[in-house]
């Protein structure tokens, strides 16, 4: 009876542990969490996306601004399938209230170094393995600053978040310049590379020409933005009269308090005090 009493104790530990190890795991993972009317919650960002990734587009905004100036080099342009110039796109999230907010933006990026925008290879401030602040980088790391924090609010959506491949592979140069390998990898996609995993987003552009807007200028190009192609994972730039898309974001999440999904390590606590009741329960003794 002692046996079998132990051996009953040591399953349910087990199954507990293996319980724990698998909550742990989909927590880790969850880091998109539907909040419902558009808005997705980044737990890890700590942001909230619009669901619609060309709302400009189908909330008629669009066409109903639709503008082209005969300057070349305008900014404000909006044209009717959402794709806009950089202060446009500026306007557009600063003046947008959605949900209940007021409080929109353009996605942030900020210099691997944490002080100023690095250029990658000679000649050109690309690179291919994350190590520049344009180019590609790694599957699930992405860009990160000095202190390990992601740099690129849409290179981490990309990268990491949902887990897509660059179309270039940055463990296997092709040619010893940016540029080089560039072509090549535009001519040949490593496989399974683009936007293959679109979570729960809509309406994403993907073309390889497609680039949506961030929120700061590249010193080393006058008048130029950096941008993010989601139908290639690269991170480039475009002149600020560019036409290219505009994804809204907002700081923090919108659900209240009683909605809030709890964070791993409040699931962590609440496991651990279950296995240490578990743990407590006493396997009886003979005389």
Not at 6 to 33: D, G, M, P, W, Y
Not at 37 to 50: C, E, Q, S
Not at 79 to 85: K, V
Not at 90 to 108: F, K
Request: hydrophobic share 40%; net charge negative.
């Amino acid at each position: 009876t002692v046996l079998m009493t132990l051996l009953r104790s040591n399953l349910s530990f087990s199954l507990s542990l293996l319980l724990f190890t698998q909550l742990l795991s989909l927590a880790a993972n969850a880091t998109l969490i539907d909040r419902g009317n558009g808005l997705i919650y980044d737990d890890v960002l700590d942001i909230t996306w619009l669901k619609d990734a060309n709302y400009a587009f189908t909330s008629g905004y669009a066409a109903a601004n639709a503008r082209e100036s005969a300057d070349i080099f305008a900014d404000d342009n909006i044209f009717p399938d959402g794709r806009m110039g950089w202060a446009a796109a500026l306007q557009w999230a600063d003046e947008l209230d959605y949900g209940g907010y007021n409080d929109w933006r353009l996605p942030a990026v900020r210099p691997i170094n944490g002080i100023q925008f690095l250029d990658g290879e000679p000649g050109t401030p690309f690179a291919i393995d994350g190590t520049a602040d344009l180019g590609f980088a790694f599957t699930g790391i992405g860009w990160v600053d000095h202190l390990g924090q992601p740099a690129s609010e849409l290179g981490h959506l990309f990268y990491v978040t949902l887990n897509n491949l660059g179309i270039c592979d940055p463990t296997n140069p092709i040619g010893a310049r940016f540029n080089d390998n560039l072509r090549a990898c535009l001519a040949t996609p490593q496989p399974g590379s683009g936007f293959v995993n679109g979570g729960p987003f809509m309406n994403v552009a993907t073309d390889q020409s497609d680039s949506y807007w961030t929120d700061r200028e590249f010193p080393t190009f006058p008048e130029s933005v950096i941008s993010f192609r989601f139908g290639t994972g690269f991170k480039a730039t475009d002149h600020w009269d560019e036409e290219s898309f505009a994804w809204a974001v907002r700081d923090g999440d919108v659900a209240n308090a009683a909605t809030t999904v709890p964070e791993p390590g409040s699931l962590c606590l609440a496991l651990a005090a279950i296995l240490g009741l578990r743990s407590k329960k006493r396997v009886p003794t003979t005389a």
